[in-house]
């Protein structure tokens, strides 16, 4: 009796996240070791030549590098400005930080493409700040602003902002005070400290706001595309660009070598900060 | 061991040869209780004990892997919980949030689809009964923890099960109240006639509530009996102990008079009514109101006071004899005579002398 | 207070005013624009008007755009609070290895790079002859399930476990149970669960990219091509203040019915 009535609770949702979430995702990396087809959506013969054919291409290493080199520059982006913005609402009195919490997590209700529109109005050759420097006599001619790596990097790191703050300040919110008070009374400085304490302790948040972070940014093809245009194509842009050329089986290729990326670069960035270290303190 | 009881009457709860394991870990170990109509049931013992798993097996919470359950002489073991014929207090009372205290009464008897008249009426009655008719339209966040309890009672109450089940049901009252809860509990269950079965780890609580009391250890009953029974007559050392203080004494059974045994201890002979045989070395237990200190060269075992500790309404002697450590309780009107030092003798009655087995008895 | 001390807080300040213009300022000037008077973006604005919301309502495919974003979302957030509430119910008091797994499993869309999963389900879907608006709603209601998931196994993992026992043993089955006690106390879960997952449909895109087609495209889709393609008109801002009206509509509702602190928590 009780097994029947749990198969009735569990199989739904397990079916539907196996057919429409586990079976695609497997089906896509068979596909990826097809040949590729003119007529079908993938030939008959198993081969590995479609990652061998990418991580040979010195354009995609160049693309990698670049895609690489964006997610840095956010990450670092994030954290540095999103570090003491977590601080500053951990600190609020609760009400007022559940406010400022619902007004960090409203923009992310807002879809990336309105706020990629934001910024184009912002960059672009008569957008906002173009105009406002030509009206204060600062620049002659608009600057190119639009459609480079900065701009990606930029609009890309306001979007995912929320994302790091929300998750820092949770953690750092949780802390205990007692631990700061602790290594006060033991004769720490404030800035001692946060380096000894607090940061340490803030460890578990730090890192599920990285590897959000990371992972939408791999995936954020719609802001790339707006704001980096034609020049700034990165790793996904080329998903892409395969899909829409039905090649099937290099697209399924490039889209696991990024999941690849990012197992990777999960796995470093998990070596590095140690959450687990300090899980299971604070609360 | 067999609890049976000198029956008058139906049994209403019987468990055989129950078994539960919860992994390596045997929790209730080859029970066999039976529970007549009417009476009060407690399980009692320290915490692991397997008290509130055997309560919950009767409940149906949990499969026994052995033996088999009857409430009403209906076998039950296989039956879900909502099949049986029972209700439950629980430790938190679990009354439900969103339901106002009446909707809560009434929640046994919508799911046995009583008609909306009778069920409103015996909700009243039942909120009478535990006199909280005034606060039918609360909610549980409402009210106090005396208060809440008094729900829960009246929710198992009202749909007039063969057997109430409490779990530590007094546990979270603070002492005055749960002296004040213990009484009415008693008094209700007499009057409405209804089988309850409870678990405590409080010795006095079992003590004053039951008619009958089962002490478990390790998953099992060491003994069975009415509270009077339980604390004059300790089967076992630990029985003993639990149930309240007491004098051990170690020595061997020198003679025999017909029924009563000569047991000499290090300190002296002592005399009891016991079956051991001559040569048995036994440990013998006595309660400490029971001893009673005599000027030095009466009868009884030799013994030093060694402390006194006024205690209110009884003062505690704690003396040293050479058989050991003794301690005896004496009502405050009669403890004045003694000091610290002076050399006494100690006797009692032999009927409140007895001998312990080591295991089940 | 130390100067130290000081220079902490002017930091974490001035940090706080940079962070917040910087995430905020697009969206106002998004807004802005939309209420233009005038052809193009005029900042600082010379008036109001209504006239890219009326040129937004004359258009078909936006229209058809929002309404289907509208029709899909509700579809997607309903589909995948059910699944997410069944599979939090059967989790709610199970241990072991298996128990952890589908945890995971439910959890993981919530971490999987969503433009993957839309390239593995249009692959899957064409070769299968999977209809574009079904598979869409499947492809939303996977990528919503954790949502509702998440929320409701938070508040099922709150309760007493005493109260179910409680309803057994006054002869509730398990179907009573769960409508009458489980579900009633779970319900701020559920609704906040359902509205993540509503939010999370209508500003979908990288799901969205690869399965909407000719006829059957979502406002965020429809905005993207019109940016991309016929450069930044002012009805697209139109059409976001739309969609951000939207949401705050619907957070302020529930926040009626469940609560702020209930939504954030539950989170």
């Given at each position: ?283 | ?361 | ?96 290895p298996l128990a952890t797994l589908l945890q995971a499993l439910f959890l993981a869309p919530l971490v999987f790079p969503t433009i993957v999963l839309g390239v593995a389900l249009l692959l899957l879907y064409k070769t299968v002859g999977m209809p574009v608006f079904p598979g869409l709603l499947l492809a939303h209601c996977v990528i ?124």
């Amino acid at each position: 009796m009780k097994t029947r009535w749990a198969l009735v609770l569990a199989a739904p949702p397990l079916a539907i996240a196996l057919a429409f979430f586990v079976v695609p995702v497997a089906y896509l990396f068979w596909v990826s070791l097809h040949q590729p087809s003119q007529s079908e959506l993938y030939g008959a013969a198993l081969t590995l030549g479609n990652y061998a054919g990418i991580l040979g291409d010195s354009f995609y290493l160049e693309i990698t590098r670049r895609t690489l080199g964006v997610a840095a520059a956010i990450l670092a982006l994030c954290l540095l400005v999103g570090y003491p913005v977590a601080y500053f609402v951990a600190l609020l009195p609760a009400r007022r930080r559940m406010l400022v919490t619902l007004l960090l997590l409203f923009p992310l209700m807002v879809s990336n493409v309105v706020r990629a529109y934001g910024w184009i109005a912002l960059l672009a050759r008569r957008g906002v700040i173009n105009a406002g420097l030509e009206g204060l006599g600062v620049i002659a001619a608009p600057l190119e602003l639009l459609y480079t790596t900065p701009a990606v990097v930029v609009g890309l790191m306001t979007i995912l902002l929320p994302y790091m703050v929300i998750s820092i300040a949770n953690t750092l919110a949780a802390l205990d005070r007692r631990y700061e008070e602790a290594a006060q009374a033991l004769g720490a400085g404030p800035l001692r400290t946060f380096l000894h304490v607090t940061l340490p302790l803030s460890m578990p948040g730090v890192a599920s706001g990285t590897l959000l972070v990371l992972l939408l940014t791999l995936s954020a093809y719609v802001t790339i595309t707006l704001l980096g245009g034609p020049r700034s194509k990165l790793l996904v842009s080329m998903i892409y660009d395969g899909v829409t050329a039905f090649q099937w089986p290099h697209a399924a290729a490039l889209s696991f070598i990024l999941l690849a990326l990012a197992l990777v670069l999960t796995g470093v960035i998990l070596g590095v900060l140690r959450p687990a270290r300090v899980q299971g303190t604070g609360r | 061991m067999s609890a049976l009881g000198s029956s008058a009457g139906e049994i209403d709860v019987r468990l055989t040869t129950v078994r539960k394991s919860f992994g390596p870990v045997l929790a209730v170990h080859d029970v066999d209780i039976e529970i007549p109509r009417g009476s009060i049931f407690s399980l009692l013992g320290p915490s692991g004990c397997g008290k509130t798993t055997t309560l919950r097996l009767i409940a149906g919470f949990e499969q026994p892997d052995a033996g088999e359950v009857y409430i009403r002489g209906d076998r039950v073991t296989a039956l879900p919980p909502y099949k049986r014929n029972f209700s439950m207090v629980f430790q938190s009372y679990a009354l439900f949030p969103h339901l106002s205290v009446a909707e809560n009464v009434a929640f046994g008897l919508r799911m046995r689809k009583t008609p909306r008249a009778e069920r409103s009426r015996a909700v009243t009655e039942a909120l009478d009964l535990v006199k909280l008719g005034a606060l039918a339209e609360r909610y549980p966040r409402q009210l106090s923890g005396g208060q809440q309890q008094r729900v829960a009672l009246a929710r198992a109450l009202v749909i007039k099960p063969a057997v109430l089940l409490l779990d530590e049901p007094l546990g979270a009252l603070d002492k005055m109240l749960r002296e004040e809860m213990q009484i009415e509990l008693r008094s209700l269950q007499q009057r409405l006639g209804i089988t309850a079965v409870f678990v405590t780890h409080d010795q006095e609580e079992a003590l004053t509530l039951s008619d009958r009391v089962a002490v478990m250890r390790n998953g099992v009953i060491e003994q069975v009996g009415p509270p009077r029974e339980i604390y004059d007559r300790p089967c076992t050392e630990f029985v003993a102990g639990f149930l309240g203080a007491s004098n051990f004494l170690d020595g061997t059974v020198a003679a025999r008079e017909g029924a009563t045994a000569i047991v000499e201890t290090a300190a002296g002979p002592i005399r009891l009514g016991a079956d051991a045989p001559v040569g048995a070395r036994v440990r013998v237990a006595v309660r400490p109101e029971r001893v009673r200190m005599r000027r030095d060269g009466a009868a009884g075992l030799p013994a030093r006071i060694r402390d006194i500790v006024y205690r209110g309404p009884v003062t505690h002697f704690y003396l040293d004899s050479a058989a050991g450590a003794l301690v005896c309780h004496q009502q405050a009107a009669d403890a004045g005579a003694w000091s610290v030092g002076d050399e006494v003798r100690c006797a009692w009655d032999p009927a409140s002398a007895v001998v312990l087995s080591d295991g089940r008895a | 207070m130390s100067r130290r001390r000081t220079a902490g807080r002017a930091i974490r300040g001035t940090a706080a005013a940079i962070a917040f213009v910087l995430i905020l300022v697009p969206i106002v000037i998004v807004v802005v624009a939309a209420f233009s008077p005038k052809d193009y973006f005029d900042f600082p604005p010379s008036g109001l008007s209504w006239r890219w919301f009326v040129e937004f309502f004359r258009l078909e495919n936006m229209r058809g755009a929002f309404a289907l974003s509208v029709e899909l979302a509700l579809a997607a957030a309903t589909l995948a609070t059910v699944l997410g509430t069944l599979g939090a119910l059967f989790l709610v008091r199970r241990r072991g290895p298996l128990a952890t797994l589908l945890q995971a499993l439910f959890l993981a869309p919530l971490v999987f790079p969503t433009i993957v999963l839309g390239v593995a389900l249009l692959l899957l879907y064409k070769t299968v002859g999977m209809p574009v608006f079904p598979g869409l709603l499947l492809a939303h209601c996977v990528i919503g399930m954790p949502y509702g998931f998440r929320t409701v196994l938070a508040s099922a993992q709150a309760l007493d476990p005493a109260l179910e026992e409680a309803g057994q043993s006054l002869g509730a089955g398990p179907l009573a149970t769960l409508l009458l006690l489980t579900l009633p106390l779970v319900w701020p879960g559920v609704l906040s669960g359902w509205l993540f997952a509503f939010i999370v449909s209508f500003g979908e895109l990288n799901a969205a990219l690869f399965l909407t087609g000719p006829g059957v495209t979502t406002l965020p889709i429809e905005i993207f091509s019109y940016l991309q393609f016929q450069g930044s008109q002012l009805v697209i801002a139109a059409a976001s203040t739309l969609q951000i009206a939207l949401i705050i509509g619907l957070v302020a509702l529930i926040e009626r019915l469940v609560g702020i602190g209930r939504i954030i928590r539950a989170r």
